[in-house]
């Protein structure tokens, strides 16, 4: 069967469940491992569900070598509790996705950070974010894809009070990102699924950054 392979980690997430849908769908794909802490409630002929433990990640290194490579891991402090244990979700996991990819022989790594990456930010959050994208350049892929969506929107099983009502404010206001500020507007989290799953389809090598702004024009 023609086509081609993709790991995904993060399936279960907002971003990761709507892209896991759009890669089992897509003519492109033969193939998609998703890899996951607990089953997906998700059965499809294309699909190879693999329970991993993120701290093993060598030892399933069988599933890495494929062509497209979508990270859409992380947590929030209320859950990781600390923010060693963050750094480690955010950060560690998805830096060893790509090491182990890259040696597999993976062409393209695709991965979410945040409109606010900034490696010399004083705050944590958007200091994580910019030592990821820092690590993920190192890895040396031939293509490499950073997406920096702003806060995201979208139906979770969980209750995240401060996204919440920054969501709403947001969609009150929406009205006034316009111009340069519209990278701050919200952007759904099938938006950005949909905006990595055509990025994978583009022939062009290289390290690409999407800003917010640009995720909405390309996952419309
Ligand atoms: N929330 C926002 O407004 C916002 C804005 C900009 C950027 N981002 C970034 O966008 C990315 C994706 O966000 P999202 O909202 O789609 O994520 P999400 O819904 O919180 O999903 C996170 C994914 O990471 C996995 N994960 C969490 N802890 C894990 C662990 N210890 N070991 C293995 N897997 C673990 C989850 O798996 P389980 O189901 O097993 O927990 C889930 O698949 C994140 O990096 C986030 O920081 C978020």
Known sequence: MEGKTALIAGATGLIGNELLQLLLGASEYKEVYALVRSPLEIHHSKLTEVIVDFDRLDEYKQYFAVEDVFVCLGTTIKKAKTQEAMYKIDVDYPVEIGRIAKESGAKHYLV???????????????????????????????KLSIFRPSLLLGKRDEFRLGEELAAVLMKGLKFLFVGSLRKYRAVEGKTVAKAMYKVAQEKEQGKMFFASEEIQDIGK
Do not use: C, T, W
């Not at 958007?126 to 892929?141: A, D, N, T």
């Open 112 to 142: 979410v950070s945040a409109m606010n990456a900034d490696i010399h930010s004083k705050m944590f959050y958007p200091r994580m974010k910019g030592e990821l994208e820092e690590k993920v350049q190192k890895l040396g892929f031939e």
